[in-house]
T-cell receptor, first 113, second 114 residues
Framework: GAGVSQSPRYKVAKRGQDVALRCDPISGHVSLFWYQQALGQGPEFLTYFQNEAQLDKSGLPSDRFFAERPEGSVSTLKIQRTQQEDSAVYLC???????????FGPGTRLTVT | GNSVTQMEGPVTLSEEAFLTINCTYTATGYPSLFWYVQYPGEGLQLLLKATKADDKGSNKGFEATYRKETTSFHLEKGSVQVSDSAVYFCALSPLIGTASKLTFGTGTRLQVTL
């Protein structure tokens, strides 16, 4: 079946603008994760959903970052008042509840100018 | 907390050379260990995994053995190809058999030349 998809693939925002990044997980996957990957670094955990419940948001770097998954499928990561340090690739991954393997989308590259 | 340390890259090898990329970890309990690969312009793909001590994960000629005594999960391949050029990430999950956040290393870029 289809893999994890993310949109947009590239986003350029002026400093101070709000952005919304979308993730469509693999159909039937209960668990959904967001990661942030800075240039030349490994992905870092942001937040985790099990169905519509956000069970862990310990990795969100500030209260400007907000994520939701209202119907337990598609998820949106929103960043308010973007700053230059928010420039990164934002990765979404999904998995079955009883599996430790995660399947990643292609990512959204956010550039804040 | 959990952490993963990988050898710094880039690693440059000639085709058919032997590859080792070192990975060590710090974790409480018994984590699952993974290698992910990121080809140019593509997303992260799971390469292999191991879930308990002395397990060997293997895929596409790559292997890694879960060594609890040395807290290591080194990636090896006997003969690399140009098409193996990519960035390789070692990662751990603190829970076995259930979804949980991954902790990644910083990645090792492999460049294979003819």
């Amino acid at each position: 079946g289809a893999g994890v998809s993310q949109s947009p693939r590239y986003k350029v925002a002026k400093r101070g603008q709000d952005v919304a990044l979308r993730c469509d997980p693999i159909s039937g996957h209960v668990s959904l994760f967001w990661y942030q990957q800075a240039l030349g670094q490994g992905p870092e955990f942001l937040t985790y959903f099990q169905n519509e419940a956000q069970l862990d948001k310990s990795g969100l770097p500030s209260d400007r970052f907000f994520a939701e998954r209202p119907e337990g499928s598609v998820s949106t990561l929103k960043i308010q008042r973007t700053q230059q340090e928010d420039s990164a690739v934002y990765l979404c991954a999904s998995s079955s509840l009883r599996a430790d393997e995660q399947y990643f989308g292609p990512g959204t590259r956010l550039t804040v100018t | 907390g959990n952490s993963v340390t990988q050898m710094e890259g880039p690693v440059t090898l000639s085709e058919e050379a032997f590859l080792t990329i070192n990975c060590t970890y710090t974790a409480t309990g018994y984590p699952s260990l993974f290698w992910y690969v990121q080809y140019p312009g593509e997303g992260l793909q799971l390469l292999l995994k191991a879930t308990k001590a002395d397990d060997k994960g293997s895929n596409k000629g790559f292997e890694a053995t879960y060594r609890k005594e040395t807290t290591s999960f080194h990636l090896e391949k006997g003969s690399v190809q140009v098409s193996d050029s990519a960035v390789y990430f070692c990662a751990l999950s603190p829970l076995i058999g259930t979804a949980s956040k991954l902790t990644f290393g910083t990645g090792t870029r492999l460049q294979v030349t003819l």
